[in-house]
């Protein structure tokens, strides 16, 4: 099992809509999670930390299953400016200093 | 605006050429990072530096070499490079302070080895 498995997509959605993207990962002493986002040829910047009761940022929620070992990001009422790569990052804490990504889920939005 | 900044934006070398590349946080953070990119591949650690100190090395070739003189700069100085070695190099620093970790990456280097 990879250490961190995201659907590559694409995922096209039209505006306004609500989509999910899943990440499981497979170290079960990981520590902590985050949602990256990637726009195209720019560098990956922090969406959000995810906490393990859950957490939500305007239209962005985030989730974290430590029994099933898969986190989770919502997005309500889709925007064009939506439109990235979303990366799957875990930090398995323990003294390495390697934050772990996904290859990345790629959505797109469109009018 | 970001707090890493990385120069060259892009470079084109050939496979005999020696070229450096350059990483500056002004974030104040103790450990930094070079990361590898490639078409269709999820970001590969490449070195971290903690208290310039390197921590991680992960069985990276010879003909990439960091160097990193103090906690603000970090460098990836590149020898006989190979095509197949173009890429995304991006630099990434952080405070390590326990469990949440983020990372403030740089914008990049694009690499392109001929």
């Known amino acids: 099992r990879k250490e961190v498995e995201q659907d590559p997509g694409p995922f096209n959605v039209p505006e306004g809509a609500t989509v999910a993207f899943n990440c499981t990962y497979s170290?079960?002493?990981?520590?902590?999670f985050f949602w990256y986002r990637q726009d195209c040829r720019k560098e990956p910047k922090l969406l959000m930390s995810?906490?393990?009761s859950g957490n939500e940022d305007g239209r962005f929620t985030a989730q974290l299953n430590r029994a099933s070992q898969y986190i989770s990001l919502l997005i309500r009422d889709s925007k064009l400016s939506d439109s990235a790569t979303y990366l799957c990052v875990i930090y398995s804490g323990a003294g390495s200093y390697q934050l772990t990504f996904g290859k990345g889920t790629k959505l797109s939005v469109i009018p | 605006e970001t707090g890493v900044t990385q120069t060259p934006r892009h470079l084109v070398m050939g496979m005999t050429n020696k070229k450096s590349l350059k990483c500056e946080q002004h974030l104040g953070h103790n450990a930094m990072y070079w990361y590898k990119q490639s078409a269709k591949k999820p970001l590969e650690l490449m070195f971290v530096y903690s208290l310039e100190e390197r921590v991680e090395n992960n069985s990276v070739p010879s003909r990439f070499s960091p160097e990193c003189p103090n906690s603000s700069h970090l460098f990836l100085h590149l020898h006989t490079l190979q095509p197949e070695d173009s890429a995304l190099y991006l630099c990434a620093s952080s405070q390590e302070s326990g469990r949440n970790t983020e990372a403030f990456f740089g914008q990049g280097t694009r690499l392109t080895v001929v």
């Open positions: 995810v906490y393990s």
């Open positions: 170290n079960s002493a990981s520590q902590s």
